[in-house]
């Protein structure tokens, strides 16, 4: 199985991609290997960082509208209305169920697996990258968005497909670095933290906006077979 996840922004779907490549004749020099092998935690962490890196906007004003609904039940509590039962009620479950949609596609996806959590081994070369179970390679070009979490590192190549990369895993000249280095350089992509309420700013809503115009939707769990 390939190690490509991704989860398409509308329904439960998993889809695992095939590159379609030809393999050449002349394997380019590797300059960098990694490894990943996926399992339960892992395809729940990709579940959640598509839709905190993709869905942010959507996230921020739930948490923006649960704040108001909580502070206009606790102002006017007092008062005894049920409108500020209600809505302190209604805020406090919007916050406790901010990631609840995408927890719930990652228990379908896990489901869907069977225990059978996908693998691979990474190899990179000066013009793009390739999985051992593939043929062709993938360009550097194809790369749209890099984030790292500093555990794993996120490497997004379509509107739904995104490689997962274990930092620990990487051999090559300069570790980790060295091949975020040359991701970066190839691509023209800066890496990124995950997004988050607290580092999400102007920069991020206009990523985030140039993502949007070009039709990113998210990210799905890759090879050959649908689900």
């Known amino acids: 199985m390939n190690g490509t996840v991704s989860f398409p922004m509308t329904g439960s779907g998993v889809e695992l991609p095939n590159q ?10 590797i300059m960098y290997t990694a490894l990943m092998k996926h399992n339960a935690e892992t395809i729940e962490k990709l579940v959640l960082m598509q839709y905190n890196t993709f869905q942010i ?3 921020i004003v739930s948490i923006l509208l649960s704040i108001a609904m909580i502070l206009y039940g606790v102002f006017t509590f007092h008062t005894g209305m049920i409108t500020s039962y209600f809505c302190l009620f209604l805020g406090c479950v919007m916050i406790a169920g901010l990631n609840v949609r995408a927890k719930s596609n990652a228990r379908k996806i896990l489901a869907q697996l069977s225990g059978k959590y996908p693998s691979s081994e990474y190899y990179f070369s000066e013009a793009g990258f390739r999985d051992s179970k593939k043929s062709g390679e993938i360009p550097y070009s194809n790369l749209i ?3 790292d979490d500093r555990k ?4 997004y190549i379509t509107k739904e497909s995104a490689y997962m990369v274990n930092n620990s895993s990487v051999y090559g000249e300069g570790g980790l670095d060295g091949l975020k280095e040359l991701l970066s350089e190839k691509s023209g992509k800066k890496w990124s933290s995950p997004s988050t309420f607290w580092n999400f700013n102007i920069n991020s809503l206009r990523e985030l906006l140039g993502s949007r115009s070009s039709g990113y939707e998210g990210e799905r769990l890759n090879d050959h077979h649908r689900f």
Not at 20 to 29: D, E
Not at 152 to 155: K, R, S, V
């Open 152 to 155: 794993y590192l996120y490497l």
């Open 145 to 147: 968005r890099l984030i």
């Open 57 to 59: 906007r959507r996230k």
């Open 20 to 29: 379609g490549n030809a393999a050449s004749a002349h394997p380019p020099a």
